[in-house]
């Protein structure tokens, strides 16, 4: 990673995202000196509860899980190193819409119903604020269709617009899985096994999976960098079970994945990525800087 002044801003939907998609990356920027701001739009709190100790967390119950995970992504956060964290619209504004299809999808407070134009302006005051040089949110189906990762990607591309004469941001990346690399994986998986998990997911249940050529650049981690989303991931306990040793972590659904080590991206708006890049602020001018 270039080092610069000016970074990274990251949009997720949930506690938890950040890590799984993204934690090489952010470790990475970490280690360059690379300023690195996480915003996420809710606190999770219609989750799944993997602990039986924990399940009276659970929205049906307690309905305490928001600021347990909360306290998740705290810990997430000090394991990558990064110390610039904020909730859209502040802790609580919106709430976690649910799987897509269920009937909480409809509550007011739900952020898949949040005014784009109130949400969009408080991201684009961070923009403003932070002045990153890459911005990095889902694609347009939030990689696998959950109203709040749909939402994320509408309103980071709603903001980035809106900031334009304020802060005009050099690019922008969705996260992604080529096609071929998710296959391969998979299959191989397929004979060494699931790990500690009961089952494997299938290559459709992965998100954000594309074409190769249009992954436009990759950042693959060092061991002490996949050791720190490694960290990151257990730390959000709630809803990820990580086997370290086989290098798969799966959701509440028990379905093992793969621990990426490498992380993909897709040129979503900005300046033309080289090919062969292995670094998000790759062809910048100046790097990160601002
Ligand atoms: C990774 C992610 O976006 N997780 C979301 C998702 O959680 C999934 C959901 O509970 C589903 O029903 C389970 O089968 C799956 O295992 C979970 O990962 O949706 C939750 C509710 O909106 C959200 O809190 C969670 O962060
Ligand atoms: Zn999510």
């Known amino acids: 990673m270039s080092s610069g002044q000016a970074g990274v801003l990251l949009v997720h939907a949930h506690p938890d995202d950040e890590s799984i998609c993204n934690g090489v990356t952010m470790a990475a920027c970490v280690a360059a000196g690379i300023p690195v701001t996480l915003v996420t739009c809710t606190l999770g709190e219609e989750g799944d509860v993997i602990p039986a100790s924990l399940k009276h967390l659970a929205a049906k119950r307690d309905d305490a899980l928001g600021p347990r995970r909360a306290d998740e992504l705290a810990a997430a956060m000090r394991a990558l190193g990064v110390t610039d964290h904020r909730f859209l619209g502040g802790r609580g504004r919106w709430r976690d819409s649910g799987m897509a299809g269920l009937e909480i999808n409809d509550r007011p407070d739900a952020f898949c119903n949040a005014s784009i134009d109130e949400a969009g302006e408080a991201l684009a005051d961070i923009i403003a604020e932070v002045r990153p040089r890459v911005l990095i949110t889902y694609d347009p189906t939030g990689g696998y269709g959950h109203p709040d990762h749909i939402m994320a990607h509408r309103v980071t591309m709603y903001a980035a617009e809106l900031a334009a004469k304020r802060h005009r941001v050099a690019r922008v990346l969705w996260n992604c899985a080529p096609r071929s690399v ?54 959000h306990a709630t809803q990820i079970q990580v086997d370290p040793d086989a290098g798969l972590f799966a959701l509440s659904n028990n379905l093992a994945q793969p621990l990426w080590e490498t992380e993909y991206y897709r040129l979503a708006g900005g300046e033309p990525v080289p090919a062969g890049a292995q670094d998000i602020f790759a062809g910048l001018e100046g790097g990160a800087r601002r």
């Not at 060494?192 to 997911?201: E, S």
């Not at 249940?205 to 074409?211: R, T, Y």
């Open 182 to 235: 998710v296959e391969t994986r998979m299959r191989d998986l397929l004979s060494t096994g699931g790990g500690r998990f009961r089952a494997l997911a299938g290559p459709g249940d992965l998100p954000g999976v594309i074409e190769d050529p249009h992954v436009a650049l990759t950042v693959t981690g060092t061991p002490e960098q996949v050791a720190a989303k490694t960290a990151a991931m257990t730390a």
